[in-house]
């Protein structure tokens, strides 16, 4: 018997139990190439968010709508509808624009937003489509700040925000590697371990043998 | 059959018409603003590159027209203006190949010369040729020189674990001279 589904239960499971980095590993290839930079990370979060909320919202107000046949070429329409939306807007502030370049556009193939609208908004309440879009759109968010000032701070030493440092260790000596790719996957894998053990925490231990 | 057929295509129309309909509305609110910003941009990186001379920079659009068919990676030209109006110098703004790809404004005085470098955009590598393209001193290096086309590692130091991001520098250096040529050569 499946848990009756709560509000509140919808949108914070997007934070750890489904995270979508950390536990689904869906929508890796933006995360790892954006996270050299908090402040990208805070426009590409705030664009997955706006695009994921409103497209599960769409989607689980048509569902009864769409015909099965065609779904997938439905869900891509309205996606790349609020892509598109999100890309026209950020045109107008080209200091972002440049930096994020081709990311915003490839949120289209995002798997996190398909994979939601598939998995979860098509046979779900408005409501909780909408909850569950914030959501994990919010997980996948707080990922990339902690990648982000994990990776900016060691790599470069400083983290610069809209032109101003906001924090510096004072050197630039610091090891480039990590605002390299290598550095996104070492930084990656640091986090999903810790959030397994902190999960694995909680169950009750099995006796071997 | 037919009717399922018709039915699916009426409904995967409806959907893309409505949408169709939004993104169009959309393009039409923020059409004027991203021209603008495309504008201002380009003109403050043509004053930058203009100011050592004393230049206003403005543009000129026929010019920059007729001489994309042949430098298809020239966004603006800009005449740099003193203040009786007489042009003293032209600031070329263009897009030139490093590790990707680099938008630069560059300054070039009457004698071929020259004035400033400014690095507009730089999709470069972060920590490795991100950083290179806003090295003050590497693009220091630049200013005085020409008209002759510039060799990197002769005439100019390149920048250690920047090695693409040097040389599409350089090559765009190189460009904005040809063009200032240009420029000369067809008033």
Redesign the interface.
């Known amino acids: 018997m499946e848990k009756e589904r709560t509000l509140w239960g919808e949108f914070s499971k997007g934070f750890i139990t489904t995270n979508p980095l950390l536990v689904l590993m869906v929508g890796l290839c933006s995360a790892l190439a954006i996270s050299?930079?908090v402040e990208n990370c805070i426009f590409m979060g705030l664009a997955v968010i706006f695009v994921l909320t409103c497209s599960n919202v769409i989607i689980s107000l048509?569902r009864n709508?769409?015909?099965d046949?065609?779904r997938i070429?439905?869900y891509i329409?309205?996606i790349?509808?609020f892509v598109?939306?999100v890309d026209?807007?950020l045109?107008?502030?080209?200091a972002v624009y440049?930096?994020l370049?081709v990311w915003i556009p490839l949120i289209v193939v995002n798997c996190i937003i398909l994979a939601r609208a598939e998995g979860y908004a098509y046979n779900a309440k408005v409501s909780h489509a909408c909850m569950d879009g914030l959501g994990i759109g919010l997980g996948y968010t707080a990922i990339l700040l902690i990648m982000s000032t994990f990776r900016e701070l060691l790599?470069?030493g400083k983290i610069v925000m809209f032109n101003t440092t906001i924090i510096s260790l004072g050197t630039k000596d610091m090891p480039?590697i990590f605002?390299?790719f290598p550095g996104a996957f070492i930084t990656f894998a640091l986090l999903s371990a810790l959030l397994q053990w902190y999960q694995d925490r909680k169950k009750p231990r099995v006796k071997e043998g | 059959m037919m009717k399922t057929i018709l039915n699916l295509g009426l409904k995967l129309f409806l959907v893309c018409l409505v949408a169709a309909i939004g993104l169009g509305f959309t393009y039409m609110l923020v059409e004027k603003s991203i021209a603008e910003q495309d504008l201002k941009r380009r003109a403050e990186a043509a004053e930058v590159v203009l100011a050592p001379i004393g230049a206003q920079p403005q543009e000129d659009p026929e010019l920059t027209a007729s001489m994309q068919g042949d430098y298809p990676d020239l966004i603006g030209v800009f005449e740099g203006l003193d203040a009786e109006g007489n042009t003293i110098g032209y600031a070329f703004v263009l897009k030139s190949k490093g590790y990707n790809f680099i938008t630069m404004a560059v300054g070039v005085d009457m004698n071929g010369q020259v004035t400033g470098i400014d690095v507009v955009t730089n999709e470069e590598t972060p920590g490795l040729g991100a950083p290179a393209a806003e090295n003050p001193e590497f693009l220091g290096q630049f200013n005085g020189k020409g008209p002759a086309p510039l060799t990197l590692d002769e005439d100019i130091d390149g920048v250690t674990s920047a090695t693409y991001t040097s040389r599409g520098i350089t090559n765009g250096v190189n460009m904005a001279l040809e063009m200032w040529k240009y420029v000369q050569e067809n008033p």
Do not use: C, E, N, W
């Open positions: 050299t930079k048509i709508f769409i015909p046949q065609i070429p439905i329409v309205v790349a509808s598109t939306i026209l807007t045109k107008t502030m080209p440049d930096r370049g790599g470069t480039v605002i390299l």
